[in-house]
């Protein structure tokens, strides 16, 4: 059975930093592209990043761009989110998502394109 488990979220303070980490369990050979979405209270789940195995291609949110750092280990079969300067806006409940295809540009922000999601974690930015 595939699972993907995030690390535990926090709270931090506006124009600080958190790191995320996903790990895969159940799939020995990974996936070949990995992200991460939020969801605000109240809003729709929105697209993060997301890192492709191969050719390493990764792709940010136009919110996040320049702030956030996507990775992944795949010996380890984890992804991280670096997050840095972080703001109020950035509140929300953090998801980890793969897809087993190595999805083309226009899919990698498109939730519907991930086969497997993990149970989120919530990020709080707030004095």
């Known amino acids: 059975q595939v699972q993907l488990v995030e690390s535990a979220g926090g709270l931090v303070q506006p124009g600080g930093s958190l790191r995320l980490s996903c790990a895969v369990s159940?799939?020995?050979?990974?996936?070949?592209?990995m992200g991460w979405f939020r969801q605000a209270s109240g809003r729709e789940r929105e697209f993060v990043a997301t890192?492709?195995?191969?050719?390493?291609?990764?792709y940010y949110g136009a919110s996040v761009k320049g702030r956030f750092t996507i990775s992944r280990d795949n010996v380890k079969n984890t992804v991280d989110l670096q997050m840095d300067s972080l703001k109020p806006d950035d509140t929300a409940v953090y998801y980890c998502?793969?897809?087993?295809?190595?999805?083309?540009?226009?899919?990698?922000?498109?939730?519907?394109?991930?086969?497997?999601w993990g149970q989120g974690t919530q990020v709080t930015v707030s004095s």
């Open positions: 998502a793969a897809a087993g295809g190595n999805l083309i540009l226009s899919s990698m922000g498109r939730k519907e394109a991930y086969d497997y």
């Open positions: 159940g799939r020995a050979s990974g996936f070949n592209t």
């Open positions: 890192i492709r195995r191969g050719d390493n291609k990764k």
